[in-house]
């Protein structure tokens, strides 16, 4: 087999590295001081890119647009590692015959886990409780009395794989669960609701699940947190876009809303002074799928559906806007 040029744009595991290292050329394009000169040398050569989110450090060629595609045209397939892939452009790809793959269902449940893990600190408040017995304060008297899970309902804002994950948990907790979801789900029995804001106003959990991207920007804003109430306990797992972040900075101060917890941000790492300064909410860094385990499983799926496709049978999984290869090859 003749040599195939790979692209990686941003840092990916090491055990990603290690395999494409083994069987393709990878041009590292992170660890170049000049990224303009390491594209205008090996740019003609390049037909996958493997990359991912979210970006670790300002100068790294990311997301992955059109004009950047435009620079490789042997370009065949981009791999994402994650499921949410708002960082690639996948309509033009598609649009150009590119595949582009991401790395669901092995994540589902280490993400739901997350998204539970957040539900229960943010209601609950332990880190500050565990805070508060570390600084030794429970030797002068006892902790706060917090709120409860008992009694509340879970609105999920897009029932997808991770969607559904999370409602299983939350049946299991005796949490009663609705949701609104592009689409009305027809494997499942809890109650649709026709829109955002008629979720928020329905629950007192509001659980964001919906991938980012320009559909799903700042669609949680003033007024569905307004909706959510001063009981309501906002759970970002998906992507900071998602949430209008001055918004909801606001209605934490004013306890519009009870409490947040956040795995994600709208300038991951860059997390808003204001949050941190709020002992209230509950912060991650964006550590959803972050076990060593899933990682790997993660970590594998991308090099699979690299050496699925250029061993010129179908990828495992590609994003719902990539179809397959027959049709990639009528584009
Ligand atoms: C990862 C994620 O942080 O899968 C996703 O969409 O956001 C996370 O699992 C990330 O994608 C790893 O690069």
């Given at each position: 087999m003749s040599q195939i040029d790979i692209l990686m744009p941003v840092p990916l595991p090491q055990l990603v590295r290690d395999a494409l290292g083994s069987r393709y050329k990878v041009h590292q394009l992170w660890l170049d001081a000049d990224k303009e000169a390491t594209l205008a040398r090996v740019g003609g050569d390049i037909r996958a890119i493997a990359t991912g989110a979210p970006i670790l450090a300002e100068d790294m060629v990311y997301p992955i647009s059109p004009a950047l595609m435009q620079r490789l045209p042997k370009l065949e397939i981009v791999a994402n590692l994650g499921v949410g892939y708002d960082n690639v452009d996948a309509q033009w790809a598609a649009s150009q015959g590119i595949c582009v793959t991401n790395t669901p269902d092995v994540l589902t449940e280490e993400t739901a886990d997350t998204a539970f893990g957040l539900?229960?600190?943010?209601?609950?408040?332990?880190?500050?409780?565990?805070?508060?017995?570390?600084?030794?304060?429970?030797?002068?008297?006892?902790?706060?009395?917090?709120?409860?899970?008992?009694?509340?309902?879970?609105?999920?804002?897009?029932?997808?794989?991770?969607?559904?994950?999370?409602?299983?948990?939350?049946?299991?907790?005796?949490?009663?669960?609705?949701?609104?979801?592009?689409?009305?789900?027809?494997?499942?029995?809890?109650?649709?609701?026709?829109?955002?804001?008629?979720?928020?106003?329905?629950?007192?959990?509001?659980?964001?699940?919906?991938?980012?991207?320009?559909?799903?920007?700042n669609i949680v804003n003033k007024e569905v947190l307004e909706a959510l109430g001063p009981n309501g306990v906002l759970i970002n797992i998906a992507r900071g876009t998602i949430v209008d972040e001055p918004a909801l900075i606001e209605a934490l101060r004013n306890r519009t809303i009870l409490s947040a917890g956040l795995d994600v941000f709208a300038d991951e790492p860059r997390v808003p002074p204001e949050l941190i300064a709020m002992d209230h909410v509950v912060l991650l860094p964006h550590v959803g799928s972050a076990s060593q385990a899933t990682r790997d499983a993660m970590s594998q799926l991308q090099v699979d559906n690299l050496d699925a496709w250029f061993a010129g049978t179908d990828v495992l999984t590609p994003v719902a806007e990539t179809a397959d290869r027959n049709a990639l090859a009528a584009a």
């Open positions: 539900t229960l600190n943010a209601i609950r408040q332990f880190p500050r409780a565990e805070k508060y017995l570390r600084d030794g304060k429970w030797l002068t008297r006892p902790f706060e009395l917090t709120a409860s899970l008992r009694g509340r309902t879970m609105g999920i804002l897009g029932l997808g794989r991770i969607g559904k994950a999370i409602a299983q948990r939350a049946e299991a907790f005796g949490v009663k669960v609705i949701y609104h979801s592009r689409n009305r789900a027809s494997d499942v029995s809890y109650p649709y609701m026709d829109s955002l804001i008629a979720l928020a106003r329905a629950c007192d959990i509001l659980m964001i699940v919906v991938p980012g991207g320009p559909a799903t920007r």
